[in-house]
């Protein structure tokens, strides 16, 4: 009785819903290439509207379910697992090009939805959804006795080592002087602090940036220049000195229609940095007002949901003889 009374209700959303045809008859298997199609669109998306941390690459599509609309437009309603790869957001290396991060290094994990409107051959990404955690945290197996999980990005040793790592950098031979953007992520284990952070170009020399800080503000425009770095700060017991090593990548200024104010730039302090562990990817593009038609959306997937078959081990369909019911979740691309 439940079932039905929904059903009749999911009938009556989409018929009342305007251009939306009830629940087409096109099955969408999750790793058939058009699924692939629009989660690439998808991923594209959020690697240019997520500007902290790192890029994201895909690693399963977890449901798809498409929607005629009127003329050859089509909807798509697509749920993603995603993983954090090693470059960061300000790499230009394409993203075939940049490795997902091991596992062992706690990747973060995301879960988003998305709704893509196919129009004219071109994705278009109406609303999207995401939540992060490091992956498997808590199930962390160390294969090695000194395996060590992130610190936060404001412990007072993780913002040492970022700051002696980038004074050494700055001590190069670049000719601009190089500030603190932000802290990627941090290690420590027996006295070994292992960072990542990006520095960007500022309007001081170096000379200049050795009188003071405070007339220096980032680069903007043509002149920015952010720097993906890694540092490794070694202090051994009994030892006066630390070692130090640093390895920037300098990149070319990328276009970017909504970057920010240039910030001027204060000298690293742990109290303006946040406490967390990693980079989380937090998006909601819902609009509160679309209330209606997201109720709609979530019995329409939910209804989705019941069809779709599990996978045997084998990697066949359990119930092959059930028509029109879409092969999901797909493969897991990495882990
Ligand atoms: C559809 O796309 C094609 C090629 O991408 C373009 O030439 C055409 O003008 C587009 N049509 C509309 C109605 O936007
Ligand atoms: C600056 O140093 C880096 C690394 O040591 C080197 O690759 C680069 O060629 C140097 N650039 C110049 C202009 O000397
Ligand atoms: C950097 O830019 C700021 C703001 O435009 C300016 O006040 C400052 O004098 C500049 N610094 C140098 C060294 O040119
Ligand atoms: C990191 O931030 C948290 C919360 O803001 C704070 O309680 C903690 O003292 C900070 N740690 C350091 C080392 O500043």
Same mark, same amino acid.
């Given at each position: 009785?439940?079932?039905?009374?929904?059903?009749?209700?999911?009938?009556? @959303?989409?018929?009342?819903?305007?251009?939306?045809?009830?629940?087409?008859?096109?099955?969408?298997?999750?790793?058939?290439?058009?699924?692939?199609?629009?989660?690439?669109?998808?991923?594209?998306?959020?690697?240019?509207?997520?500007?902290?941390?790192?890029?994201?690459?895909?690693?399963?599509?977890?449901?798809? %379910?498409?929607?005629?609309?009127?003329?050859?437009?089509?909807? &798509?309603?697509?749920?993603?697992?995603?993983?954090?790869?090693?470059? #960061?957001? @300000?790499?230009?290396?394409? %993203?075939?090009?940049?490795?997902?991060?091991?596992?062992?290094?706690?990747?973060?994990?995301?879960?988003?939805?998305?709704?893509?409107?196919?129009?004219?051959?071109?994705?278009?990404?109406?609303?999207?959804?995401?939540?992060?955690?490091?992956?498997? =945290?808590?199930?962390?197996?160390?294969?090695?006795?000194?395996?060590?999980?992130?610190?936060?990005?404001?412990?007072?040793?993780?913002?040492?080592?970022?700051? @002696?790592? %980038?004074?050494? &950098?700055?001590?190069?031979?670049?000719?601009? &002087?190089?500030?603190?953007?932000?802290?990627?992520?941090?290690?420590?284990?027996?006295?070994? =602090?292992?960072?990542?952070?990006?520095?960007?170009?500022?309007?001081?020399?170096?000379?200049?940036?050795?009188?003071?800080?405070?007339?220096?503000?980032?680069? =903007?425009?043509?002149?920015?220049?952010?720097?993906?770095?890694?540092?490794?700060?070694?202090?051994?017991?009994?030892?006066?000195?630390?070692?130090?090593?640093?390895?920037?990548?300098?990149?070319?200024?990328?276009?970017?229609?909504?970057?920010?104010?240039?910030?001027?730039?204060?000298?690293?302090?742990?109290?303006?940095?946040?406490?967390? &562990?990693?980079?989380?990817?937090?998006?909601?593009?819902?609009?509160?007002?679309?209330?209606?038609?997201? #109720?709609?959306?979530?019995?329409?997937?939910?209804?989705?949901?019941?069809?779709?078959?599990?996978? =045997?081990?084998?990697?066949?369909?359990?119930?092959?003889?059930?028509?029109?019911?879409?092969?999901?979740?797909?493969?897991?691309?990495?882990?």
């Amino acid at each position: 009785m439940r079932l039905l009374l929904a059903t009749l209700f999911l009938a009556q @959303v989409l018929l009342y819903s305007a251009h939306v045809v009830p629940l087409s008859n096109r099955v969408i298997n999750c790793d058939d290439d058009e699924a692939h199609q629009v989660a690439a669109a998808a991923v594209q998306y959020i690697n240019a509207h997520h500007h902290h941390g790192y890029k994201f690459a895909l690693n399963q599509v977890e449901k798809i %379910l498409p929607l005629s609309l009127h003329g050859t437009d089509e909807m &798509f309603f697509i749920e993603l697992e995603l993983l954090e790869t090693v470059c #960061s957001h @300000v790499n230009p290396t394409p %993203l075939e090009q940049c490795a997902v991060r091991p596992r062992i290094q706690q990747a973060v994990e995301a879960d988003c939805d998305f709704k893509v409107r196919k129009h004219n051959g071109t994705f278009e990404v109406l609303r999207v959804k995401c939540k992060s955690e490091i992956k498997s =945290s808590e199930k962390i197996v160390c294969p090695y006795p000194d395996c060590s999980l992130l610190a936060p990005l404001n412990d007072s040793r993780v913002v040492h080592a970022v700051d @002696v790592a %980038l004074h050494k &950098f700055n001590s190069g031979n670049t000719t601009n &002087f190089y500030s603190l953007h932000e802290i990627g992520r941090g290690k420590i284990q027996h006295g070994v =602090s292992d960072v990542e952070f990006i520095a960007t170009s500022t309007n001081c020399t170096k000379e200049d940036a050795g009188s003071g800080l405070k007339a220096c503000v980032e680069e =903007s425009g043509p002149n920015a220049h952010f720097a993906s770095c890694s540092g490794t700060v070694v202090k051994l017991p009994g030892a006066v000195d630390e070692d130090i090593t640093v390895n920037c990548a300098i990149h070319e200024p990328q276009p970017r229609s909504d970057a920010p104010q240039p910030a001027p730039v204060a000298p690293v302090h742990p109290g303006f940095i946040p406490s967390r &562990f990693h980079h989380d990817l937090h998006f909601n593009t819902m609009s509160p007002h679309s209330s209606e038609s997201n #109720s709609a959306e979530h019995h329409l997937l939910a209804a989705h949901a019941n069809r779709a078959v599990k996978r =045997s081990l084998t990697g066949q369909p359990v119930q092959s003889n059930v028509r029109n019911v879409p092969l999901c979740p797909g493969r897991k691309i990495h882990f």
